[in-house]
């Protein structure tokens, strides 16, 4: 199983931390390690000082496929979850300033919070309507819609499968909306997916 990530897909996200618009998909992993399951809590490392919350919808890959046609991308994905990718924006920053890789900002242990509750893809009405959100310490932080998203489901799945072979049970988070912020011991994040809560994670 291999968590597959996308950034910069959606443009209030990208206004806000300054970035350029991407004309493809932005990729990135986290490793196995970084998953985090059954509403586990979520131990701030010492090795970061500004650890920030970012709430994605998640794919759950059902078959494995490589080259991937658009039209056909739908085929490969059975459920929707969500997920929170942790990120160390200290580590990123100083990553981004030399030109490497953010692979320690945002892989390291439980940066990849996922939700107990995977809804089968025949449940939506329709995919480009899926909102969610995720609350602070009972305060809404982020709230965002799949209509919003520069790059669509099934055009992310067949832009990845172009370079990476996708497996049943791959997971791909598939970008963040606006609001990300913060996080501290003592904090619970909490997310929604069409109105009903679906992630838990304590910071401790």
């Not at 049970?169 to 679906?198: C, H, K, Q, S, W």
Request: glycine fraction near 10%.
């Amino acid at each position: 199983m291999k968590i597959l990530a996308i950034g910069r897909n959606y443009a209030a996200h990208i206004a806000e931390l300054h970035n350029e618009t991407p004309t493809t998909p932005v990729i990135f992993d986290k490793p196995e390690t970084a998953l985090l399951l059954n509403d586990a809590p979520f131990y701030f490392p010492e090795f970061s000082q500004d650890i920030h919350f970012e709430i994605e919808l998640v794919l759950r890959i059902c078959k494995e496929g490589k080259s991937i046609e658009p039209p056909f991308a739908g085929r490969y994905y059975d459920a929707i979850g969500l997920g929170i990718d942790f990120t160390a924006r200290d580590l990123q920053g100083h990553a981004k300033a030399k030109g490497l890789p953010w692979t320690l900002a945002k892989g390291f242990n439980g940066s990849a919070p996922v939700g107990r509750v995977w809804k089968p893809v025949s449940e939506f009405a329709d995919l480009r309507n899926i909102s969610f959100s995720l609350t602070q310490n009972g305060v809404e932080k982020q709230r965002g819609n799949s209509g919003l998203m520069i790059h669509s489901f099934d055009d992310i799945v067949s832009y990845i499968s172009r370079f990476i072979l996708l497996k049943k049970g791959d997971l791909i988070f598939t970008g963040t909306p606006e609001g990300v912020g913060p996080i501290a011991i003592g904090d619970r994040l909490e997310g929604f997916l069409e109105g009903e809560r679906v992630l838990t994670c304590d910071i401790r």
